[in-house]
């Protein structure tokens, strides 16, 4: 299994850009997150999903959008990039709850907007 | 989920055991203890989970007190490797960690 990844590793947009930040994994897990996180600082919740079609919002939501038609995919959309979105972005997922329920993260994509 | 408190920064000495502390005096019945740790720029790593009892894996051990209200994760003989974040995270299990609050953790340095 090559369990979440991320695509792209890096990216420098220029304010007021677009672009998709990509996630896969290949658990077959139903809960997939999305994370960012500023320098010295601990992850901040962006949106959420329990399953295929169904997607929520967390701590931090606004300026971001996601979509979650499979299982396996959980692209997370940038409109109108804005400095304060610099940051570095996780993806991770879970299992449904039961059991252990550890978290699997990506590698990250780290994003600069000037 | 209960909020936690770990000290911002800790030293250990390559070899030497380190333990790591973290209150969660509002902890619930039903809430684990997680631990997690951040190796420089890369994703959080699961490290181990507890309830009540100690636990221990090939990575480290968990000791809960009697009360719930703090743990301390022990990282037997750390390595240089083991320098990282390290975050202590207390929430229900069937919550499927969308509420999975990561504070800023402890930096542990270790040390030749």
């Known amino acids: 299994n090559a369990g979440v990844t991320q695509t792209p590793k890096f990216r420098i947009l220029k304010i007021g850009q677009s672009m998709t930040l990509q996630c896969t994994q290949d658990?077959?897990?139903?809960?997939m997150y999305w994370y960012r996180q500023d320098p010295g600082m601990g992850l901040k919740l962006i949106y959420y999903?329990?399953?295929?079609?169904?997607?929520d919002k967390g701590e931090v939501p606004n300026g971001y959008n996601v979509s979650r038609s499979t299982t396996e995919d959980f692209p997370l959309r940038l409109e109108l990039a804005a400095p304060s979105q610099t940051s570095v972005y996780f993806c991770?997922?879970?299992?449904?709850?039961?059991?252990?329920?550890?978290?699997?993260f990506g590698p990250g994509t780290r994003l600069t907007v000037l | 989920d209960a909020k936690t408190t770990q000290p911002p920064s800790m030293d250990c000495a390559e070899g030497r055991a380190a333990n790591l502390p973290c209150n969660h005096s509002?902890?619930?019945?039903?809430?684990?203890v997680y631990w997690y740790r951040q190796i420089h720029s890369q994703g959080p790593q699961y490290i181990i989970h507890?309830?009540?009892n100690n636990e221990t894996n090939e990575m480290a051990s968990l000791i809960i007190t009697e009360d719930r209200k703090s743990s301390t994760l022990i990282l037997p003989h750390a390595t240089l490797r083991d320098t990282a974040v390290y975050y202590c995270?207390?929430?229900?299990?069937?919550?499927?960690?969308?509420?999975?609050?990561f504070g800023a953790g402890t930096r542990l340095f270790v040390k030749a």
């Open positions: 658990m077959n897990h139903n809960y």
């Open positions: 507890g309830l009540k």
């Open positions: 999903s329990v399953g295929a079609g169904i997607t």
């Open positions: 991770a997922s879970t299992t449904s709850g039961a059991g252990r329920d550890e978290q699997f």
């Open positions: 995270i207390v929430r229900a299990p069937d919550t499927g960690g969308f509420k999975t609050i």
């Open positions: 509002t902890i619930s019945g039903n809430e684990y």
